[in-house]
């Protein structure tokens, strides 16, 4: 059995800036499914919001009016008072990564660059080129090995260490060693990141199942706002690896098949830099209604950046340029992108509060695994990077007190009885002669995708949700080919499975309960925000037959009202 202070489940930026502010003061250890410098956080690529006012369109920026625009951009459904904390920590957080040797790209006077992303009022997005999420991770992951951090690439936790509401750590499977790991932990924090590989179309690393978040709510975590599903407008069809916002941002056009930006019909003002939300929904408008273009490969509209030429392109996208090069074949200097929608992130998840707390006492959870709810039913891009770095920091700031407070060590019969929890379970897959996990995930991933997407109606969720609960029937009866621990990707996808069904059915009760269009939440049939009904946060907890409860939980107001959104 592996001992730790603290144990650190996920090496992206949470995790890593967790890390940090831990490990001066106690013997942490971070698990990873992957090295963490290959963790998803490294595929952010538009940039970091802060109002630091450093673009000479942005003199006059400050930290209320992000906060604003962060609370108008999630449609209201965002905590106030914690989407304040996190806009105030902003500034702080840039110029302490600058600091740390973050190469931020630079104006000629020297000051972070910054520039326009949707749903923002000022341009307020501090970026490297085209690859910030690439150069923040590089950062925190020097100067978490430099404080003598303990790291495990390639362990997958089975389950959470939970006794009497209290958390000792957890069980995981090192697929180097092939063996079963106890670790305990005084206090375990999961930024284990968001979902996405729920979904057929998806621009998430495979990594991204979203099992953290399932092992949470297993242990009896509740979760929060589920249904809120985000879809980036700008994936490349075929692979839907990401085109960032920030190709927008540099004054990229959306263009239909005849030659229109379409935009312009839906939000006048704001034209390409609209929310998420409502750019996705336009594309997928123009689509459906012939003006799209059509291939092999899908149904697309055009990014075009040929107008922005090829010094700017080379200068402060040339990620892009090499991924539509290597992937589609195609220059964007000569040539426009094709493009679609696909899920993107999270807003939902394991419900903590603004110190990354949750109801189990020495468990913590931050970054896209967690809701605290800073995005509300959408979420801006640029403040992903920003809320997993605040709410890790913060985090840290919280288990540094919470251990100061307490004498307790981890229960060894909790420990113990979980690791034979788990070796039970792959016992029971390795002797049973039923379906093949990744089968049964195939089906529930196109139920997603065509059923609980960009666009919602009553009778299609029903359908998903019937599937789901037919799948969650099928899965009782998975077996594996082997039960060998080493490198068993088959192994890790049936345990990870029971995970997602979990989550889907979450998703799409809670989006078939919610009668009401907010934000990522688009219901065909009830077109309109409700604020009298639904103005609040959707909770789901495990029921002891394993089916979710639906609860539901006031939203935090402060200083800003609901009002219409118009951009």
Not at 143 to 166: C, M, N, T, W
Not at 179 to 194: N, P, Q, W
Not at 453 to 466: C, H
């Amino acid at each position: 059995m592996l001992k730790h202070d603290v144990l650190i489940v996920g090496g992206g930026l949470a995790g890593l800036r967790a890390a940090v502010g831990l490990c001066d003061r106690y013997n942490v250890g971070l698990i990873s499914k992957v090295h963490p410098i290959r963790s998803h956080s490294i595929a952010a690529q538009g940039g970091i919001n802060a109002a630091l006012a450093n673009n000479p369109d942005a003199k006059d920026d400050t930290p209320d009016k992000h906060t604003f625009d962060t609370v108008k951009g999630s449609d209201y459904l965002a905590d106030q008072h914690a989407a304040e904390i996190m806009c105030y920590e902003a500034p702080k957080i840039v110029y302490e990564m600058e600091h740390w040797g973050c190469p931020f790209s630079r104006f000629p006077d020297g000051t972070i660059a910054q520039r326009p992303f949707g749903g923002a009022g000022y341009p307020r997005t501090c970026y490297s080129a085209d690859i910030t999420g690439h150069v923040l991770l590089n950062t925190l992951f020097e100067r978490s090995v430099a404080r003598g951090l303990h790291i495990y690439p390639e362990f997958v936790v089975a389950q959470l260490v939970v006794k009497d509401g209290e958390c000792y750590g957890v069980v995981a499977i090192d697929q180097i060693k092939g063996e079963i790991v106890a670790i305990s932990a005084r206090a375990t924090l999961f930024a284990t990141g968001g979902y996405g590989r729920t979904y057929y179309y998806s621009t998430n690393a495979l990594t991204n199942t979203g099992s953290g978040i399932g092992i949470a709510y297993k242990a009896g975590v509740p979760l929060k706002d589920m249904e809120f599903v985000q879809f980036h407008p700008t994936s490349i069809i075929g692979t839907n690896i990401l085109m960032t916002e920030g190709a927008r941002g540099e004054g990229g056009y959306l263009v239909n098949k005849n030659g229109e930006r379409f935009m312009e019909c839906y939000a006048p003002k704001a034209m390409e830099l609209a929310p998420r939300d409502i750019v996705s929904r336009s594309i997928t408008t123009e689509i459906e209604e012939g003006r799209g273009f059509e291939s092999e490969l899908g149904k697309y509209v055009h990014l075009d950046l040929r107008h922005l030429g090829r010094e700017k392109i080379l200068e402060r996208l040339p990620g892009i340029r090499n991924i539509c090069l290597d992937f589609l074949g195609i220059d964007p200097v000569l040539e426009p992108i094709p493009i679609m929608p696909a899920q993107h992130y999270s807003m939902g998840g394991i419900d903590t509060n603004e110190k990354s707390e949750t109801v189990i006492k020495g468990f913590y959870a931050a970054g896209e695994c967690a809701c605290v709810s800073v995005h509300g039913a959408n979420r801006l891009g640029g403040n992903s990077l920003l809320e997993t770095i605040v709410f890790g920091k913060l985090g840290a700031i919280a288990i540094d007190n919470y251990l100061q407070a307490i004498n307790s060590e981890p229960d060894a019969k909790a420990i113990e009885q979980a690791t034979n929890d788990v070796e039970a379970k792959i016992r029971k897959l390795g002797n049973s002669n039923g379906e093949k996990s990744f089968r049964i995930l195939d089906e529930l991933r196109k139920t997603m995708s065509a059923y609980v997407g960009i666009f919602r109606i009553k009778q299609e969720l029903e359908t998903a949700l019937n599937k789901i609960i037919e799948l969650e029937g099928r899965a009782k009866n998975v077996s594996i080919t082997s039960s060998n621990l080493f490198m068993n990707y088959e192994l890790i996808g049936a345990i990870e499975l029971e995970y997602m069904l979990d989550i889907c059915h979450i998703i799409t009760l809670g989006a078939f309960l919610r009668e009401e269009s907010r934000g990522a939440h688009s219901r065909r049939d009830f077109p309109q925000r409700n604020d009298t009904d639904w103005l609040k946060h959707t909770m789901a907890t495990i029921r002891e037959d394993g089916k979710p409860e639906i609860s539901y939980k006031d939203v935090v107001i402060t200083k800003y009202q609901p009002m219409e959104r118009k951009y």
